[in-house]
């Protein structure tokens, strides 16, 4: 399928129902995300701090950021994402009480996904360390389309003092973000989910919440952001 969609064009149809397959760094978790085609998820890249303080948490800020500090996802609905190997290699982290729910691989500290902490939510937000690398860029840029927008910043100056440009209102990403939820609601496309139990609704593996302290110690870690 790879081969395929590598003689393919740059953006493929809206109307096309294709597959991104996904796996750590080190391969022991592995999945495939169906159904992505450009009208079915919102790709973009966030600047915020907390997304920041996650990558510094794993201990590998270097690799998953980009020069200003940025994280790039592809949002979707749970019911279209599958882990089909390395189940017990899940882990799951809160940067607070009432944060996302950051779910890594524990066995090589790479990010997985996105979630809010309610099951009955359609939204998952995949990133991009977990897409698989063996899937060059011109055929993710293929499956997924273009990024929407840069949101959230205003990230850090680049090695270069240069400063990204974020896009303080991009009504047309909100619009489209707000359709595709909706869409997945009717579907009810909040299940099956790779994260939550599908009887109570429960995480798949416990959270780990960090102190204040132990978020401080991140914060102190991270380049002052833009001004």
Known sequence: MTQALDQEPRYAPASMSIELPL?????ELRGLARDVGPSRGVRLTCYCRDCQTYAWFLGRA??????HGGTEVFQLAPARVDLTHGHDRLACVRLSPNGLMRWYAGCCNTPVANTLDRPGVPFVGLVSSFWDPAVDQD??????????????GPGHP????TMVAIDRLPMGTIMHSLRMLAGAWIRREHRPSPFFEPDTGVPRVTPHVLTKAERTALLDQLPAPAR
């Open 23 to 27: 796996r750590c760094t080190c391969g």
């Open 62 to 67: 270097d690799e998953l950021l980009d020069p």
């Open 139 to 152: 055929a993710r840029d293929a499956r997924l389309g273009p990024r929407r927008a840069r949101v959230n």
């Open 158 to 161: 680049g090695p270069d003092g």
